[in-house]
Nanobody, 115 residues
Framework: QVQLVESGGGLVQPGGSLRLSCAASTNIFMFNDMGWYRQAPGNQRELVASINVGGRTDFADSVKDRFTISRDGPKNTVALQMNTLKPEDTAIYYC?????????WGQGTQVTVSS
């Protein structure tokens, strides 16, 4: 059973930064891609950032130039660096990992951007 455990959420002021980390219980290179979704109250879950097995990254338009995604193979972790945070970035952030047939999820970590 694959487990994904997120960490790094919290409260930050507008313009601040946070770094989320997702630790997988297995070799991350078994996944076609990994990344982060987020869900704000009343909204659908949306894809924020992803990194595929080849290292290609993709970002939602709303976070381009502010967020970066990276991975650490030996540690089996994927990180989301979030800079210049805005109140509209407030959401629960979920780590995911996907194979051809299965989509795994973490339990989520709250990010709140507020003064």
């Amino acid at each position: 059973q694959v487990q994904l455990v997120e960490s790094g959420g919290g409260l930050v002021q507008p313009g601040g930064s946070l770094r989320l980390s997702c630790a997988a219980s297995t070799n991350i290179f078994m996944f076609n891609d990994m990344g982060w979704y987020r869900q704000a109250p009343g909204n659908q879950r949306e894809l924020v950032a992803s990194i595929n097995v080849g290292g290609r990254t993709d970002f939602a338009d709303s976070v381009k130039d502010r967020f970066t995604i990276s991975r650490d193979g030996p540690k089996n972790t994927v990180a989301l660096q979030m800079n210049t945070l805005k109140p509209e970035d407030t959401a629960i952030y979920y780590c995911y990992a996907r194979t051809l047939r299965i989509h795994y999820w973490g339990q989520g970590t709250q990010v709140t951007v507020s003064s």
